[in-house]
């Protein structure tokens, strides 16, 4: 061990999250990463605007299907968030060998929870969408798409995965080569597949998430021919493997918050599901518009806040104070900035916006209001996210997942129906996020002025060497 930590100290040292200059360093890990973010929610995208000239009825049925979608993504990205934590902040702290042993029990994880999901496709998919809806046009498209990416999990669970492994390096640039050629693959198969073009059969919402799904296995393997065959800090060892407790309680530690945090909003859309398809469908359809659209709209954010995360976490195990503080002003700073031009854009684009959905006149009109109301709270949920961000890299993922309970299932989903009752309307709905968004920015706050007098105020003018 003593050994193996020594051969390592040499690299770790040219490691860039110690010495470059902060902006410069969370522009080159954020970028890529941005990118490769935009280009992994391109897959819903891309899916409900082709699904949506199949049938409104389709477009409610892919939308019904997302938050087991987003709940698959929640357990594989937070596990991937506690693995990167915690690689990163070894790799700080020069312990190599200890980061290699923190990814093998990261994969033997992943690997168990996509199995989980194989499980629920198979079983549960159909009775999932019948609990929703009673449609039976509805009810056949939703499991149809449902139990195949489900069922097929495995590909987005490992890709994930080894996007962390190369993340928790600094080298985000491989996670946007990734995501892209997954996307192109989904991007041109999906019309090919839906609407039977160029000699393949016509398969409907079954080519949708045949071409999801394929583009995440494709994906998947380039992934992990990068991780083999490039010079990695952290290397995958399989061969002995045998799983450890204190490290997979480790990866949890930060993992488990921020799975519960990212489920919470699969719960906030069940709620929300269920709110509004007691009024029409019609809404429900463009509540599932909406948040694709938004989840490209915030990818920038994410992406920019996920490099920061293993540059916050790196420098918190080197308790490099000073480079922890700077690099968290300037991802405030530029956070701010891109969601202010988030909410321009879609107060002044909704009816463009809803236009590539192939929207009906009554889709236009209720969704012109969500798309209006619910960015004015963008400014303020940037703060939040980038505190619980910085939450997560100095291992307090648990605040994290407080504020995302409060501000989903407290406030919004309450909020939501509250205003539904009162107002009679369902465009009052979309008034609950803004509100949400209020409440939070005043948590985090003070959450972030504790959680700094505790653990940064307390590191040492200099850091030490090591």
Not at 147 to 175: A, D, M, P
Not at 297 to 305: C, E, K, R
Not at 323 to 338: D, E, N, Q, V
Request: hydrophobic share 55%.
């Amino acid at each position: 061990m003593e050994e193996l930590t020594q051969q390592a100290t040499p690299v770790a040292k040219q490691n860039k999250m110690g010495f470059m200059p902060e902006g410069k360093l969370l522009f080159s890990m954020g970028a890529p990463l941005a990118i490769s973010m935009m280009i992994q929610a391109l897959y819903n995208i891309v899916d409900s605007i082709f699904v949506s000239y199949i049938g409104e009825n389709a477009l409610t049925a892919i939308t019904l299907s997302f938050p087991v979608f987003m709940l698959m993504i929640s357990v594989a990205a937070g596990t991937g968030v506690g693995m990167n934590s915690l690689i990163s902040r070894l790799l700080g702290a020069k312990q190599h060998a200890e980061a290699e042993k923190a990814a093998s029990n990261g994969f033997f994880i992943m690997v168990l929870s996509s199995l989980v999901f194989v499980l629920f496709g198979i079983f549960g998919a159909r009775p999932f969408i019948n609990a929703y809806t009673s449609n039976p046009e509805t009810a056949a498209y939703g499991s149809t798409y449902l139990s195949i990416i489900t069922t097929y999990s495995v590909g987005i669970f490992l890709q994930i995965f080894c996007e962390r492994i190369l993340q928790s390096q600094g080298k985000n640039v491989y996670s946007m080569v990734i995501q892209l050629i997954g996307a192109i693959f989904n991007i041109i198969f999906d019309p090919i597949l839906i609407f039977g073009l160029l000699g393949f059969p016509k398969l409907g919402m079954a080519g949708a998430a045949i071409a999801t799904v394929g583009g995440q296995l494709l994906a998947m393997t380039v992934s992990f021919v990068i991780i083999f065959s490039k010079k990695n800090e952290v290397r995958l060892h399989l061969k002995g493997f045998r799983p450890s407790a204190p490290v997979i309680k480790d990866i949890y530690a930060v993992g488990f918050p921020t799975i519960i945090l990212q489920a919470i909003g699969t719960v906030m859309t069940l709620m929300l599901n269920a709110i509004l398809i007691a009024y029409t469908e019609t809404a429900v359809a463009v509540f599932g518009v909406y948040f694709r659209v938004q989840s490209i709209a915030v990818m920038p954010l994410f992406g920019m806040t996920n490099g920061g995360m293993s540059i916050l976490a790196f420098n918190f195990g080197a308790q490099n104070k000073k480079r922890i503080m700077r690099t968290w002003k300037i991802m405030m700073t530029t956070g701010i900035l891109m969601m202010l031009i988030m909410m321009i854009i879609f107060i002044v684009f909704p009816d463009q916006i809803l236009g590539l959905f192939n929207a009906t006149p009554e889709m236009l009109r209720l969704g012109r209001a969500a798309l209006t109301i619910i960015p004015l709270g963008y400014v303020l949920s940037a703060v939040s996210i980038i505190c619980s961000v910085a939450f997560q890299a100095l291992g307090k993922g648990s605040y994290s997942m407080y504020l995302s309970l409060i501000r989903q299932i407290i406030v919004l989903v309450p909020a939501a129906w509250l205003l539904s009752r009162v107002f009679g309307e369902v465009t009052a709905v979309w008034w609950a996020f803004p509100i949400a968004e209020v409440v939070t920015v005043l948590l985090v706050i003070f959450m972030f002025i504790n959680i700094y007098n505790a653990r940064i105020r307390t590191l040492p003018s200099e850091p030490p060497q090591f």
